[in-house]
């Protein structure tokens, strides 16, 4: 069974930083494109950004150059550096196989900015 836990969301202000993790299980995250999206109430889920096997990376415009995407084969995780908050950025975030899979979705994790 696979499943995907992330973790480390929470309370931030303006510019502040957050790192969430993707715990992985049942899926081995070194042969997949993994992905983090997010959810903002009342909008669609948006990507964010993906990491591919061999390390290439990929952004959404609204978070280039704030937020970085890695992994750890070893330890099957994935992660999400969020630099420089913005009031925009307070949403569910969740990670995925990228293109994310209907049934990888979890609970996601809850990033709220406000000061």
């Known amino acids: 069974q696979v499943q995907l836990v992330e973790s480390g969301g929470g309370l931030v202000q303006p510019g502040g930083s957050l790192k969430l993790s993707c715990a992985v299980s049942g899926l081995t995250v070194s042969t997949y494109m993994m992905g983090w999206f997010r959810q903002a109430p009342g909008k669609q889920r948006e990507f964010v950004a993906a990491?591919?096997?061999?390390?290439?990376?990929r952004y959404a415009d609204s978070v280039k150059g704030r937020f970085i995407i890695s992994r750890d084969n070893a330890k099957n995780m994935v992660y999400l550096q969020m630099n420089n908050l913005r009031p925009a950025d307070p949403a569910v975030y969740y990670c995925?196989?990228?293109?994310?899979?209907?049934?990888?979705w979890g609970q996601g994790t809850q990033v709220t900015v406000s000061s």
């Open positions: 995925n196989a990228a293109p994310p899979r209907t049934e990888l």
């Open positions: 990491t591919h096997w061999n390390t290439d990376t």
